[in-house]
Nanobody, 125 residues
């Protein structure tokens, strides 16, 4: 399982860094994706990083504000979130891309596995 941590309460305009660590395994064999799920919303893809960390991808909703990175030596993937907005309030999850498609990244939840419990990020206005 991949466990996300580092969430909390932050004011609008602030920053937060989330971590994603593997329990009982390693992350370095997989592309990793970050997702979030706000109240009453579907789970939304927000970032992906290739297994070596050489490639990243973001949707327009977070591009320029969020940065995904990884340290395979520490078996950890990070999500740095800057200029947070109230609409970023959500439970944030990380997951491993199972590689069952033709690209190095995917925005589809069903292409990912090893989901763990997410971490809540609440942005106050």
């Amino acid at each position: 399982q991949l466990q996300a941590s580092g969430g909390g309460l932050v004011q609008a305009g602030g920053s937060q860094r989330l971590s994603c660590a593997a329990s009982g395994g390693t992350v370095d064999d997989y592309s990793i994706g970050w997702f979030r799920q706000g109240p009453g919303k579907e789970r939304e893809f927000i970032a992906a990083i290739s297994w070596r960390g050489s490639s990243t991808y973001y949707p327009d909703s977070v591009k320029g504000r969020f940065t995904i990175s990884r340290d395979n030596a520490k078996n950890t993937v990070y999500l740095q979130m800057n200029n947070l907005k109230p609409e970023d309030t959500a439970v944030y999850y990380c997951a491993a891309d199972l590689g069952r498609h033709g690209s190095w990244w995917s925005a589809r939840t069903y292409d990912y596995g090893y989901w763990g419990q997410g971490t809540q990020v609440t942005v106050s206005s």
